[in-house]
């Protein structure tokens, strides 16, 4: 129960699947995955460590619970034990209201000191786990992607592992001011599938899918999808949306606890659940998930640029799927990421600063340079 509980905070594009996994650091990549011993290798975890993401669910199942079973203990009771126990209510409401109002404290206090600012741009949340956190869930999801899939992974001989291997390096090297990028141990795992996929683990497990690859027309486009899902892991968006949602849970687990006992039957009752999680998710959790992915976007492309990749061709990849897909920018509003014009339309808002940028790294000659030590030769589509 407390797997799946934490699987379902994962903010990252899960896609359970595994590859052969190669452990990168700023100029050296030496291989780091073995079979016979990974697939053996336990993950330990304490109770402590992830209690806190399992309080806001847990609170939602006990108000449930909690508020049938008071519902009809109530429908049960006499009339006259009824008006007993309203009465002794009213007589000790203000000290209902003393308890209701410490809680209420304590929890802003909590909050409060919860409160940090996202690496690199700065903007405020709420983080409630630490980054071990995040490598144990990022080390129990590759897990269970290698046990689940441990047949569909490409050799690291091959051209596309290649292909992703050469990029990774070139965005790691050319952002090493950054202390996130050193402080994760990036793995490149390409996936024998022709799904159009790609999303990097908390811990920085890079997963792409053979049809991503055939699907991007050159390496500048794939640079900027690399550094949008390296962008995830480094401003830790996966915890981040763990904390946010814990949080509407606790608050969630009020409404729901009511709606539960004031309703007339269960029936009605689920209707009413229904209806809370279906408004909740499209005013609340998909709009905070498109503006994470935005986020990405932003820093993505600032990694890429400081590779010196022309990120103008993600905006050019952007476009071409949003002409295939005209009603995406129509059903955004039910979507986790914004559409594919708007994203289009981010990277072109960007290219300025991302031309002053590929002048200030010197991308004209150091691109040469790049040509000139390239010795890959990518598969024709």
């Not at 011993?37 to 609170?59: D, E, K, M, W, Y």
């Amino acid at each position: 129960m407390c797997a799946s509980l934490i699987r379902r905070f994962s903010l990252v594009k899960i896609c359970y699947h595994s590859a052969l996994s190669y452990n990168l650091t700023c100029n050296l990549i030496k291989p780091s995955w073995k079979p016979q011993l990974r697939n053996l290798r336990q993950i330990h975890t304490t109770r402590s460590n992830h209690a806190i993401i399992l309080v806001g669910p847990l609170a939602k199942k006990v108000a449930i619970v909690g508020a049938r079973i008071i519902k009809y203990w109530w429908k049960k009771l006499p009339t006259d034990k009824k008006h007993g126990y309203k009465r002794m209510l009213k007589k000790h409401q203000q000290l209902m209201y003393v308890f209701a109002l410490f809680g209420a404290s304590v929890g802003l206090y909590y909050l409060y000191n919860h409160v940090e600012s996202v690496p690199i741009t700065g903007r405020k949340r709420l983080m409630m786990l630490s980054q071990n956190h995040l490598q144990e869930l990022g080390k129990l999801l590759y897990d269970e992607q290698v046990k689940a899939n441990h047949e569909n992974f490409l050799s690291t001989n091959s051209l596309h592992y290649r292909r992703v291997k050469q990029a990774v390096t070139r965005l790691i090297n050319s952002n090493t001011d950054i202390a996130q990028i050193k402080a994760l141990h990036w793995e490149i795992n390409i996936i024998d599938s022709n799904e159009v996929n790609a999303f990097v683990l908390p811990d920085g497990q890079i997963f792409v899918y053979k049809g991503m690859l055939l699907t991007l027309g050159n390496d500048d486009a794939l640079a900027f999808l690399l550094g949008h899902e390296m962008a995830h892991a480094i401003l830790s968006h996966a915890a981040e949306q763990m904390s946010f949602f814990n949080v509407f849970d606790l608050l969630a687990a009020v409404t729901l606890g009511l709606v539960w006992a004031l309703m007339p039957t269960d029936v009605v009752a689920v209707v009413a659940h229904w209806f809370h999680n279906s408004i909740a998710s499209i005013c609340l959790h998909r709009p905070y998930s498109r503006k994470l992915e935005a986020e990405a976007d932003i820093v993505g492309s600032s990694l890429a640029t400081k590779a010196c990749y022309d990120v103008s061709a993600a905006a050019k990849f952007w476009e071409s799927l949003a002409l295939k897909d005209p009603t995406n920018a129509e059903l955004e509003w039910l979507s986790t990421h914004p559409s594919h014009q708007k994203r289009a339309e981010l990277i072109k808002d960007r290219m300025p600063e991302l031309q002053e940028m590929w002048r200030l790294y010197e991308c004209h000659n150091r691109n040469k340079d790049y040509r000139s030590r390239s010795r890959i030769i990518y598969y024709s589509r």
